[in-house]
């Protein structure tokens, strides 16, 4: 029902039609002309960069093997986390450069980026994605000290004498 031809809604039903005709947002494919996706992943004051394209499973961070970079088994798991609940963790080469904070908040900023750019290299694996909560930027940063204050909420000692 367009306004052109000279009708008038008399109900909410109708204007329900309109809306689901018109439907949801669609996700397009972000890619260059190299084949690469490339997205930005942060977790608290740590930024990575990631590219990602076709290849055989190759994850490379600041120059270095990943299982090098990060030693740790379990941050290791938080990087593949959203490459192994997409079932795509053989098909894609990694490349990230990451700075800032320590490394458990590179790991996470690293699984950010790894997870919006597989929505931005294919975008129907973003609901996947999306439920398992890999494209939500974590917005908790490290709280600031304050005047008079021995840390952010620790008061100084108190003596009465």
Do not use: C
């Not at 031809?5 to 947002?25: C, F, I, R």
């Not at 439920?131 to 840390?151: I, N, P, Q």
Request: charged share 25%.
């Amino acid at each position: 029902m367009s306004n052109t031809d000279n009708t008038t809604l008399t109900g909410l039903d109708q204007l329900k039609g309109e809306v689901t005709a018109a439907g949801g947002p669609v996700y397009v494919r972000k890619v260059d002309p190299q084949g690469r996706a490339y997205a930005t992943g942060k977790r608290k004051n740590a930024i990575a960069r990631v590219w990602i394209k076709r290849g055989h499973g190759k994850i490379t961070v600041n120059t270095k093997d990943f299982k090098a970079y990060f030693a740790r088994p379990v941050l290791q798991m938080v990087l593949k986390q959203p490459l192994i609940a997409a079932a795509r963790a053989d098909e894609f080469d990694i490349v990230v450069t990451v700075k800032g904070g320590g490394l458990s908040g590179q790991a996470g900023a690293v699984r950010h980026g790894v997870s919006k750019a597989l929505t931005y290299f294919e975008p129907e694996l973003r609901g996947i994605l999306k439920k398992g909560g890999f494209l939500t930027r974590d917005s908790r940063v490290v709280e600031r000290k304050k005047y008079g204050h021995a840390k952010a909420r620790r008061s100084f000692q108190f003596s009465k004498r």
